[in-house]
């Protein structure tokens, strides 16, 4: 499995943290967390079970409010125009959000639609392709493994070319095979000014990564 996505680079870009307090039941998770990325830096969020890791990356992507501080793309808070940050954003949580009924190539082509990418039908075969699924494209997804879904959902995220991945546990139900891939796949979007923000247990290869501790 091996990235060669090709995709043109971005502008510069930004995302920042700036003083942002979570609170979840009656536990503080985190506050006064701040940090400023710029094109082709990655941050790496680490942290154990339930320290916050999830709510942390959901606060960045606009999907719940922090009780302070803002989430602050290209100079603009995220808030002030939602419609431009999700163009921008691409959000893989816990859930892998495919239809199920689907196969692989109809969940890349529907969401390409969705994302009003004219994306074609050869580059989403070419996308499944070089994240391991040719012979499986036109299954539907319920019969693929969860390492094979895992690959449908990269694929997508290597079709968007969109410059802000925010991206919780990427790495779960993967080989090392996979890994290796989507770590190819992160470096070939950082050095196009692309900007990622992921969360993952384990040591991560990527060059200039930072860390975030929670
Ligand atoms: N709506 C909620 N109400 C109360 N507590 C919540 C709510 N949402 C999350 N929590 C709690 O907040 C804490 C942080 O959860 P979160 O999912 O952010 O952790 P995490 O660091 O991503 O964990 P993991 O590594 O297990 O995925 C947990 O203790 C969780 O139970």
């Known amino acids: 499995m091996t990235a060669h996505i090709s995709h043109p680079p971005f502008s510069a870009q930004s995302f920042q943290a700036k003083n942002l ?37 959901r606060l ?27 163009q921008a954003l691409c959000f893989l949580g816990h859930r892998d959000a495919l239809k199920e009924d689907l196969s692989a190539l109809e969940n890349l082509m529907m969401y390409a639609t969705l994302g009003a990418s004219n994306s074609s039908r050869e580059s989403a075969l070419q996308c499944l392709w070089q994240f391991g699924l040719r012979g499986r494209e036109d299954l539907p997804v319920h019969y693929l493994s969860a390492g094979q879904k895992k690959r449908v959902v990269i694929a997508r995220i290597a079709m968007r070319g969109v ?39 384990q040591e991560l290869g990527i060059t200039g990564l930072r860390a975030l501790q929670l």
């Open 21 to 57: 307090t979570c609170v979840r039941g009656d536990q503080t998770l985190f506050a006064s967390l701040s940090f400023a990325l710029t094109s082709g830096e990655c941050l790496h969020v680490r942290g154990e079970n339930g320290v916050g890791k999830t709510s942390l990356l």
């Open 60 to 86: 960045l992507a606009g999907l719940s409010q922090p009780e302070q501080g803002e989430v602050i793309w290209n100079a603009s808070n995220i808030k002030s125009d939602r419609e431009a940050f999700h």
């Open 163 to 201: 410059p802000l991945w925010i991206l919780d546990e990427p790495f779960n139900a993967l080989d090392s095979q996979g890994v290796q891939g989507f770590i190819g796949l992160v470096e070939q979007h950082l050095s196009r000014g692309g900007i990622a923000v992921l969360t993952g247990h």
